[in-house]
C-alpha cells in the first residue's frame, strides 16, 4: 500500500513569488490533514479536509495560504505572495476514519519550503 | 488543551531498553496518549497509542498510572536505528486542531 506523499520534497522560491505544495494521501483515507513546523518550533496543526470539505482550518495562519482538495482525492497547499516567515516543512497526513474514531495518522515525509 | 512535558534528548547504547517519560498533567478525561516516531527528513511515524494501564505492540510498550497524568514509552533493546525523535501528544480525537505537537524528546542510540 502506498503511503502519503508529498511533491515537491524541496522549494526554494523568493519573497513575493508563489508555491503550491501537493499532497497525495493513502487511497480509501477520507481524511487529510496539513501541519508544518517552522524554525526552530514545534509542529503545527494547519487545516483538515473530510473528503473535499474543510472540517477545520483553524489553524491555517493568514489568507496568503490557500487549501483545496477538490474530489476529495489529493490536496493543494497555496501560499501567495510567499514570506520569509513561512519556511518551514510543511506536513501531510490522512487518516481512514476521523479522529473521534482514535486512528492513527498517517504522515508524509513533507515538503521543505525555503523562501529567500 | 493537554500540553506534554517530556526530556528534550536522551542518549542510549544498543541492546538497552529506553523509557521515555512523558507528563500530561491536564489531561482531560477524554483524552488519549498517542506517541510518535520521527526521523530526519521524514514526517512523524505513528508508534503506539493508549487510554490507560499498559499497551504493548511489536514495537513498543505503553504504561499510564491510574491518575493518567503521565504516561511512559518503553523501547525494548533498542537499536542504531532507534535514533529518532519521539513525540508524546495528548488530544480529544474529536478535531486535528487538539492534537499539539511538543519538542519530542531526541533520542541518541550509541554502539
Known amino acids: 500500500e502506498a503511503g502519503v506523499t508529498q511533491f515537491p520534497s524541496h522549494s526554494v522560491i523568493e519573497k513575493g513569488q508563489t508555491v503550491t505544495l501537493r499532497c497525495d494521501p493513502i487511497?480509501?483515507?477520507?481524511?487529510l490533514y496539513w501541519y508544518r513546523r517552522v524554525m526552530g518550533k514545534e509542529i503545527k496543526f494547519l487545516l483538515h479536509?473530510?473528503?473535499?470539505?474543510?472540517?477545520?482550518e483553524s489553524g491555517m495562519p493568514n489568507n496568503r495560504f490557500l487549501a483545496e482538495r477538490t474530489g476529495g482525492t489529493y490536496s493543494t497547499l497555496k501560499v501567495q505572495p510567499a514570506e520569509l516567515e513561512d519556511s518551514g516543512v510543511y506536513f501531510c497526513?490522512?487518516?481512514?476514519?476521523?479522529?473521534?474514531?482514535?486512528?492513527?495518522?498517517?504522515f508524509g515525509s513533507g515538503t521543505q519550503l525555503s523562501v529567500l | 488543551l493537554a500540553k506534554t512535558t517530556q526530556p528534550i534528548s536522551m542518549d542510549s547504547y544498543e541492546g538497552q531498553e529506553v523509557n521515555i517519560t512523558c507528563s500530561h498533567n491536564n489531561i482531560a478525561t477524554n483524552d488519549y496518549i498517542t506517541w510518535y516516531q520521527q526521523f530526519p527528513s521524514q514526517g512523524p511515524r505513528f508508534i503506539i497509542q493508549?487510554?490507560?494501564t499498559k499497551v504493548t505492540n511489536e514495537v513498543a510498550s505503553l504504561f499510564i498510572p491510574a491518575d493518567r497524568k503521565s504516561s511512559t514509552l518503553s523501547l525494548p533493546r533498542v537499536s542504531l536505528s532507534d535514533t529518532a525523535v519521539y513525540y508524546c501528544?495528548?488530544?480529544?480525537?474529536?478535531?486535528?486542531?487538539?492534537?499539539?505537537f511538543g519538542s519530542g524528546t531526541r533520542l541518541s542510540i550509541r554502539p
Open positions: 501528544l495528548v488530544a480529544l480525537y474529536s478535531s486535528a486542531s487538539k492534537i499539539i
Open positions: 493508549g487510554y490507560k
Open positions: 479536509f473530510v473528503k473535499e470539505s474543510k472540517q477545520d
Open positions: 487511497s480509501g483515507h477520507d481524511n
Open positions: 497526513a490522512s487518516s481512514r476514519g476521523g479522529l473521534a474514531t482514535n486512528e492513527k495518522l498517517f
